[in-house]
Antibody, heavy 116, light 108 residues
Framework: QVQLQESGPGLVKPSGTLSLTCAVSGDSVSENRWWSWVRQPPGKEPEWIGEVSHTGSTNYEPSLKSRVTISLDKSSNSFSMKMMSVTAADTAVYYC?????????WGQGTLVIVST | SHELKQPPSVSVSPGQTATITCSAAALAKQYAYWYQQKPGQAPVLVMSKDSERPSGVPERFSGSGSGASVTLTISGAQAEDEAVYYCQSAHAGSGTVIFGGGTQLTVL
């Protein structure tokens, strides 16, 4: 059974860097797939952040591209996201998901609050 | 990029048919996908490529597409189908993924 599990700090200070990791089990990040990060602000629709392929190629949402880096770690069968210069507008539940579209497996999500 | 437009809410009585639409010019060329999200849970894929029902999704869920719009239909809606439904599409060229604003389905 494929499972994805997000991990990382639940509280990040404004102007800091948000770092999350998604551990994958039941599948291999080295297989021919794309692995995505999606966030969902409270009460709003999901927003795609970006994706990384099994080769390490990446695509990003244009409005976030300048602040986000997504990378693959084959040794730990995981992938990660770093978002720089965060503000309160980045407060959201962050999900990792298996793609490419459609996303057929999602992590449970982790709430990240940007606040002092 | 493009916007995927959905009605904010749809209400039906149990056993009735619920239809949720998603519209955008790009849907004439790109597939749409539908997700169901219940409170506190991650989205779950309920329809793929406009009308392909993933394994495990009840047969009462169906999908269709026509031109710049797609429709998710729940025939004989049940209380357990109450959730927010999001449509999703993607740009083949840029790889950008976009979600609709979501439709709250109320079954009562």
């Amino acid at each position: 059974q494929v499972q994805l599990q997000e991990s990382g700090p639940g509280l990040v200070k404004p102007s800091g860097t948000l770092s999350l990791t998604c551990a994958v089990s039941g599948d291999s990040v080295s297989e021919n797939r794309w692995w995505s990060w999606v966030r969902q602000p409270p009460g709003k629709e999901p927003e795609w952040i970006g994706e990384v392929s099994h080769t390490g190629s990446t695509n990003y949402e244009p409005s976030l591209k300048s602040r986000v880096t997504i990378s693959l770690d084959k040794s730990s069968n995981s992938f990660s996201m770093k978002m720089m210069s965060v503000t309160a507008a980045d407060t959201a539940v962050y999900y990792c998901a298996r793609g490419p579209v459609p996303f057929d497996r999602w992590g449970q999500g982790t709430l990240v609050i940007v606040s002092t | 990029s493009h916007e995927l437009k959905q009605p904010p809410s749809v209400s039906v009585s149990p056993g009735q048919t619920a239809t949720i639409t998603c519209s955008a010019a790009a849907l004439a060329k790109q597939y749409a996908y539908w997700y169901q999200q219940k409170p506190g849970q991650a989205p779950v894929l309920v329809m793929s490529k406009d009308s392909e029902r993933p394994s495990g999704v009840p047969e009462r869920f169906s999908g269709s597409g026509s031109g710049a719009s797609v429709t998710l239909t729940i025939s004989g809606a049940q209380a357990e189908d109450e959730a927010v439904y999001y449509c999703q599409s993607a740009h083949a060229g840029s790889g950008t993924v976009i979600f609709g604003g979501g439709t709250q389905l109320t079954v009562l």
